[in-house]
């Protein structure tokens, strides 16, 4: 079975203005974009609205984060049910700014894929050792205790709605970008992971992408990887070559 590419865009807490963000619409408007990939932008939560207006349709928007529950006393938090009511069909859970930074668990971003998955949104989860655990060449057993919860919660049929975003901490924002090898080796074991902890078919359908460090020059040649099926980049979505990225297979 084929997987379709998949890059996406994560801009975090930037652009600074509505000029800056106007400028980048612009230049993803203008491009010429591979169709045969499934692009999705999340920008900040201030701009999920109007970005999904000003964008070209093809490319989707995703929320950075969400809470667990629909509605309620939760001041600062993203609700997924107003997600889906505004049509912003993806969500990125547990990315490792959230794991670090604001201390969420394993169980608890499990739990927000579960809901996020039951609310109707697709998820793209995030996971990814730190320098630390790969220098103690725990990276493969790190990753696995990530996705173990999130196993537990998701039936085989949910995998249909998650793309797993395979992001060394030690290369996010760092300019140290994984070898393709280095990518390849850690993406085939969490394929032949979800083999064994889910089903054959989920191991061969679900999409895992690379994020850390990517940009123009390095997209190509990690593209070639059988088990890297696209991108999560931070950075250099902010700039115009992310039109480079989002093209790296043609
Ligand atoms: C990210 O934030 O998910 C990311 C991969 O960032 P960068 O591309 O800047 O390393």
Redesign the pocket.
């Known amino acids: 079975m084929s997987r379709q590419f998949f890059v996406g865009g ?1 801009f ?1 807490m930037n652009p600074a203005t509505q000029e800056q963000k106007r400028s980048l619409v612009k230049v993803l408007n203008e491009a010429t974009i591979d169709p045969s990939v499934e692009v999705v932008l999340a920008p900040p939560a201030i701009y999920l609205l109007t970005l999904k207006e000003i964008l070209r349709k093809e490319i989707k928007i995703a929320a950075q984060n969400c809470y667990v529950k629909a509605s309620g006393a939760f001041t600062g938090e993203i609700s997924p049910a107003q997600l889906v009511d505004a049509d912003i069909p993806y969500v990125v859970l547990g ?1 490792s ?1 959230r794991r670090t930074l604001f201390h969420e668990t394993s169980a608890l971003v499990a739990q927000k894929t579960r809901v996020a998955i039951d609310t109707g949104l697709s998820v793209i989860l ?1 996971v990814g050792e730190t320098l630390e655990e790969r220098e103690a060449g725990r990276t493969a057993q790190v990753v696995e205790e990530q996705l173990k919860p999130v196993i537990e919660l998701l039936t085989p049929k949910d995998w249909s709605k998650v793309v797993i ?1 395979y ?1 060394p901490v030690w ?4 300019g140290k970008v994984a070898t393709s090898a280095q990518a390849q080796e850690a993406h085939a074991n969490i394929r032949s992971f979800l083999g064994k902890a889910v089903s054959a078919a989920v191991a061969e359908s679900t999409r895992i992408i690379y ?4 940009t123009a020059s390095n997209c190509k040649e990690l593209a070639t990887q059988p088990d890297v099926d696209g991108f ?5 979505s902010l700039k115009p070559e992310f039109v480079d990225i989002i093209n790296a297979k043609k």
């Open positions: 994560n975090k990315h700014e995030c975003a992001e290369a996010i924002g760092t994020g850390g460090s990517v999560l980049v931070g950075g250099a």
